[in-house]
Structures are given as structure tokens and as C-alpha cells.
């Protein structure tokens, strides 16, 4: 785990600093009390087990999503993730809720590889030799809000890695070619298992020019993909699969599908944060089973499950994910409605809320 940020606390006030793990613990438990289920207290499966144990719900962000919708007497909604989450919380709830993150500074850098400028060039290139109107854009909710709305508003939808296949689909359905941000893996990984040959899917690089693409490849191409990556499923690699084989013989090998492709066939079975959960539910008693994604997820399978030996297939920290803290916790709940607020402009709400209840909808 990686330790609190020493920098960050300090710009609290000292009382706060000073106060230990039992404290805040007591503290945060007393005004959760306090304020009932006026204040609801979502986490992602990344969070801190610390965090996750004074969360009122526990999810992935396609439940967190459908989480958000379903708090019929919650004003306050305290968001325990990344800024792109609590946008996604920001832009579905009612307009009588606030957001809050106890964590401004937690941000997903595979979040921040496609901005506006970016997609606004890959978009114009495809529409200079297609009918743009037959190209829908599709964003893993692991994005800006900008690129959302950039979605909401070209007939787009966003998407998660629980239900990415079924968006894709519903898209090539509804249109012939697919531009998918910002996950090139997401997005190779659900082209692959759709059966979408290698031939029509087209890597997408902002920092080249023209993207790296011909553009032969981009006209035929029915899948432009955005090279981004997550760098804590990029972490895991193909001898790292083959050490566990060797280490571990016998054992069932579980990854995420923000992993590299190599490492996706490599594995037994590959699947969302919910479908790994449970998969290590469902795995029969004595079982040995290698998980590649995040670690705090991982650490806790392995305690909920003794029956069976849980390891990671490498330690792969999400350090963003370890921004909230009990200490910034409680000092949102201490202030609840007045720091760490989460807004969104409204045009871009309006927009990103129909990219994600197009996806809700699939
Ligand atoms: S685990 Fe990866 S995708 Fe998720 S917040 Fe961290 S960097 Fe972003």
C-alpha cells in the first residue's frame, strides 16, 4: 500500500494531521450516524480496504453508475475514486445532490490521454473519408467529461469493461465503423472477442501525425481505436503469466481486460472488475487463482476467500485509487457540502449524461 501523502494532509488544519487511524475511524462513523442516509458513501473495488470499510456501497463503475441513479434520499454523494467517477456521479444525479470527492488530486492518467483538441482531429479525419454520420464514438467511462459529451453529442455512448461488448455491438448495429476512446487494450480485447477481423481495427496514435494511420486503413477500417493505456493493467506481462504457471501448477490465471492482448490470451479467462469478483466467488474451494489487476482488489479476494490461495499475478498499485484516505474522508464529512465539491459546466453535464444513459440503457 502506498502511504498516505504526507504533502496533501498537511494542507489540512493541524487538529486533522494530528489525529490518528482510531479517530478518524470514530469520527467518520459518528457523523455517517449523524447524517443517516442523507449522505451515502460510494467506493470503487480499488479504494483502501480502510475506505471500503466505511462505504455504504461498494462497486465497479458501471454499479456505481447505476448506484448514483438509485438514492432516492441522499443529497450528499461522498465519491471514493477518481475524478472521472465522481464527474460520472456529478453528471447522472438529481439536481438537488452534491458530489464530493475526498480526493481532488485523484485523477486517472489514461483519463488525460485524449482531451478535445485530440479527438477533434481524429473525428475530422474519419469524416473527410467516410460518412461521419455512420461513425459512432464510444468512450470506456475512464475518460474526460469533455469526451462524454463528445459522445452524447455525435450519437455516442459511453461504455465500462463490464458491458463494453454489448456497446460495441449495439454500435456496429446502429453504424458501420467505431472510433473507441481512450483504452487501446479495452478496445482490442472486445474487437477480438466480437470477431472483428485484425484487418479493420486501426490503432489511433495522437501523437503522430495523421494519427499513424493511412488512410486506406482508416476507410476500411470498422474499428479506430485511441492508443491509451492504463498503466497498472500495462504492468502485467507475459512472463509474468508464465512464472505464475510455473510457480503455481495447476492454477486458474484471471486478468483484466485493460490488460495487452498477449497477456489476455495468455490467461485463462479475462473479464471486468464485477466478473473477476466472481470468478473467485465461483472458483471451486482449494483452487489456486492468479489475478491481474489492481492489488487492493486482489488483496481483498485472497481475505474474503481462505478457502482458496488468491496472489496477484504482480503487485500492481493504483496510486490514484490510494489518494482518499480516512484523513480526507473525515474532512469532507466534517465540511460536507463546503470543500471538495464536484460540478460540472451544464452543457457538458447535459451531453456526457446522455452518452452514459445510452449506455445505461444497453
Ligand atoms: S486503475 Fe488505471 S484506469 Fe483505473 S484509475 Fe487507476 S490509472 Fe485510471
Not at 475526498?102 to 485523477?107: C, H, K, R, V
Given at each position: 500500500m502506498i502511504a498516505e501523502d504526507k504533502w496533501v494532509a498537511l494542507l489540512l488544519p493541524r487538529e486533522i494531521q494530528n489525529l490518528s487511524d482510531e479517530e478518524l475511524i470514530d469520527g467518520i462513523k459518528t457523523l455517517k450516524n449523524q447524517w443517516g442516509k442523507r449522505c451515502q458513501i460510494l467506493a470503487h473495488h480499488y479504494q483502501r480496504q480502510s475506505i471500503v470499510d466505511m462505504a455504504d456501497f461498494v462497486g465497479d463503475s458501471l454499479e456505481l453508475a447505476h448506484k448514483t441513479n438509485a438514492l432516492p434520499e441522499t443529497e450528499y454523494i461522498v465519491f471514493c475514486g477518481v475524478q472521472f467517477m465522481a464527474e460520472m456521479a456529478a453528471a447522472l444525479c438529481r439536481s438537488d445532490q452534491k458530489v464530493i470527492t475526498?480526493?481532488?488530486?485523484?485523477?486517472c492518467p489514461m483519463a488525460n490521454m485524449a482531451d478535445m483538441a485530440q479527438v477533434s482531429r481524429v473525428w475530422e479525419a474519419i469524416g473527410q473519408l467516410t460518412d461521419i454520420k455512420k461513425a459512432i464514438p464510444i468512450t470506456y467511462v475512464n475518460s474526460l467529461s469533455e469526451i462524454k459529451a463528445f459522445c452524447g453529442e455525435n450519437g455516442g455512448l459511453c461504455c465500462t469493461s463490464s458491458n463494453a461488448k454489448n456497446v460495441v455491438k449495439w454500435a456496429l448495429e446502429n453504424g458501420e465503423r467505431i472510433l473507441f476512446l481512450p483504452d487501446e487494450n479495452l478496445g482490442v480485447n472486445t474487437c477480438q472477442a466480437l470477431g472483428?477481423?485484425?484487418?479493420n481495427i486501426v490503432i489511433w496514435d495522437p501523437t503522430l501525425s495523421d494519427g499513424g494511420c493511412s488512410q486506406d486503413e482508416l476507410k476500411k477500417a470498422t474499428a479506430i481505436l485511441w492508443r491509451g493505456y492504463c498503466h497498472v493493467h500495462t504492468h502485467f506481462t507475459l512472463q509474468q503469466v508464465k512464472l505464475a504457471r510455473e510457480n503455481y501448477p495447476g492454477c486458474l490465471i484471471v486478468v483484466h481486460p485493460e490488460c495487452n492482448r498477449e497477456v489476455v490470451e495468455a490467461a485463462d479467462e479475462s473479464g471486468s472488475t464485477s466478473f473477476i469478483i466472481k470468478y473467485a466467488a465461483e472458483a471451486p474451494s482449494g483452487s489456486t487463482i492468479i489475478i491481474g489487476t489492481e492489488l487492493n482488489l486482489v488483496k481483498r479476494l485472497a481475505a474474503m476467500h481462505k478457502d482458496k490461495t488468491i496472489a496477484p499475478l504482480s503487485a500492481s498499485v493504483c496510486p490514484d485509487m490510494e489518494r482518499v484516505t480516512l484523513r480526507s474522508l473525515y474532512w469532507s464529512l466534517l465540511n460536507l457540502g463546503k470543500v471538495n465539491l464536484v460540478s460540472l459546466d451544464e452543457p457538458i453535464a447535459r451531453s456526457a449524461r446522455l452518452a452514459l444513459e445510452r449506455m445505461l440503457k444497453i
Open positions: 475526498p480526493a481532488p488530486n485523484a485523477l472483428i477481423p485484425k484487418e
